[in-house]
């Protein structure tokens, strides 16, 4: 292993503050919480600026698909046949199988093909202030 440089040893490396990705501020409102909470249930460095557009698809969807199962939950059945929400429920929902692998929101995609090493550091959670602050619509 090479020797550090004195200038090396005299930088203070501040670890667990990376900086998170913001929603975008043309996102509604209940997107822009949902986002904030994606960003902040992963570790900091999870996602990377391009993934905004994935991220921002998937929140989309995410609240489609919620709005889309009340509309099922009140009248599955309109006029005899199947409610038109059963088809945005289906097509929101396969929309969110396919994101969520690309950004490996899944419990299938999380998961490592071989373990962490004994003693990993594992990422700090953030607070309820910190995800506060990245739903902010007042913010940027």
Known sequence: MPRKSAAELNVVAIEGRANR???PTTLPQPE???FAQLVAANAPTHFKVSDVPLLVQYVTAAVLADRAA???????VVGGRPSPWLAVFEKTNRAMVALSM?????PQ???PNHPPPAGARKEPTP?????MRLSDADQD
């Open 21 to 23: 990705l913001r929603p």
């Open 102 to 106: 690309r950004l490996r929101l899944s």
């Open 127 to 131: 607070s309820a202030y910190e995800i």
């Open 32 to 34: 822009r919480d949902l």
């Open 109 to 111: 995609a999380r998961s």
């Open 70 to 76: 009340e509309n099922l939950r009140g009248e599955p």
